[in-house]
Nanobody, 124 residues
Framework: QEQLVESGGGSVQAGGSLTLSCEVSGLTFSAYNMAWFRQVSGKERDVVSVIDWSGGRTNYADSVKGRFTISRDNAKSTMYLQMTNLKPEDTAVYYC?????????????????WGQGTQVTVSS
């Protein structure tokens, strides 16, 4: 059975850093594009960053460009999101996802499987 397990969330002060991990099992990890989403309570789940199956193509939301870096290790079936210079507005539950289709225009409708989410809280 497919399983996506996020880890690495927590609480940090503004300007701090966190690295999220998403370990995938139950499918051929290297065959799929993947993405990180985030959701603030009461709001829609928005895409943060996308990476293609090879790791060679990535996209970022404008709000995180230059601060977040997505990567993957296909040998470990794990995707990462390195987050630096964190801001209070980055506070959200972060979800990893396996996606279908292009790395452009990814939305929740692109998602095949979701992780359970991990909370990131940034205090000012």
């Amino acid at each position: 059975q497919e399983q996506l397990v996020e880890s690495g969330g927590g609480s940090v002060q503004a300007g701090g850093s966190l690295t999220l991990s998403c370990e995938v099992s139950g499918l051929t990890f290297s065959a799929y594009n993947m993405a990180w989403f985030r959701q603030v309570s009461g709001k829609e789940r928005d895409v943060v960053s996308v990476i293609d199956w090879s790791g060679g193509r990535t996209n970022y939301a404008d709000s995180v460009k230059g601060r977040f870096t997505i990567s993957r290790d296909n040998a470990k079936s794990t995707m990462y999101l390195q987050m630096t210079n964190l801001k209070p507005e980055d506070t959200a539950v972060y979800y990893c996802a396996i996606t279908r289709g292009s790395t452009v225009g990814v939305s929740t409708s692109s998602v095949i499987f979701w992780g359970q989410g991990t909370q990131v809280t940034v205090s000012s």
